[in-house]
T-cell receptor
Framework: GAGVSQSPSNKVTEKGKDVELRCDPI?????LYWYRQSLGQGLEFLIY????????KSGLPSDRFSAERTGGSVSTLTIQRTQQEDSAVYLC??????????????FGEGSRLTVL | KQEVTQIPAALSVPEGENLVLNCSFT??????LQWFRQDPGKGLTSLLL?????REQTSGRLNASLDKSSGRSTLYIAASQPGDSATYLC??????????FGAGTRLFVKA
């Protein structure tokens, strides 16, 4: 597609349920990022994928959060046993290949998660 | 640990005014700095990217400067318009390709 695509755009779930959020990056982009944006807050880094390298998971807030990227393209962010504090907008970004410093980030519209 | 600060947190100006948004970062070892715009309920739109070896970038009415040694960047918006109303975020790319964001400046341009 022309841009980064995220689904679902909105998800309402009950506390304790598992959720999966999907990100389809721009074709040819090798880098993929997940961020979380809580109401009125800045963006919190969650995880970063670059090609076939091991992902940088240093931003994942707990072991209930995990992400995978299949075939170097689509990524799924999974939140297990959701809590009310997980309510936020989850943003995905991708970046084209290139040397350090050249990677412009392109964002999707986000997935708004509400945990009741 | 890299920290990014944006001042002011909010700004209201009359249409036509030139304005400056500020971004500062604590660690000068960055690979690039990027300015974004976010409209309510939307994702982020990239405005300008300045690589670490560059001093400024321009796009239309926007000009961004970078002073790596002092840990500062400014976004200059000329002849502001109501359509410029949005939240503006700056972000720096650090080691390991991690990109760290500031909390943003909420801009309101009054017609």
């Amino acid at each position: 597609g022309a841009g980064v695509s995220q689904s679902p755009s909105n998800k309402v779930t009950e506390k304790g349920k598992d959720v999966e959020l999907r990100c389809d990056p721009i074709s040819g982009h090798t880098a993929l990022y997940w961020y979380r944006q809580s109401l009125g807050q800045g963006l919190e880094f969650l995880i970063y994928f670059q090609g076939n390298s091991a992902p940088d998971k240093s931003g994942l807030p707990s072991d209930r959060f995990s992400a995978e990227r299949t075939g170097g393209s689509v990524s799924t962010l999974t939140i297990q046993r959701t809590q009310q504090e997980d309510s936020a907008v989850y943003l995905c970004a991708s970046s084209p290949p290139g040397g350090l410093g050249t990677g412009e980030l392109f964002f999707g519209e986000g997935s708004r998660l509400t945990v009741l | 640990k890299q920290e990014v600060t944006q001042i002011p947190a909010a700004l209201s100006v009359p249409e036509g005014e030139n304005l400056v948004l500020n971004c500062s970062f604590t660690d000068s070892a960055i690979y690039n700095l990027q300015w974004f715009r976010q409209d309510p309920g939307k994702g982020l739109t990239s405005l300008l990217l300045i690589q670490s070896s560059q001093r400024e970038q321009t796009s239309g009415r926007l000009n961004a400067s970078l002073d790596k040694s002092s840990g500062r960047s400014t976004l200059y918006i000329a002849a502001s318009q109501p359509g410029d109303s949005a939240t503006y975020l700056c972000a720096v790319q650090t080691g390991g390709f991690k990109t760290i964001f500031g909390a943003g400046t909420r801009l309101f341009v009054k017609a």
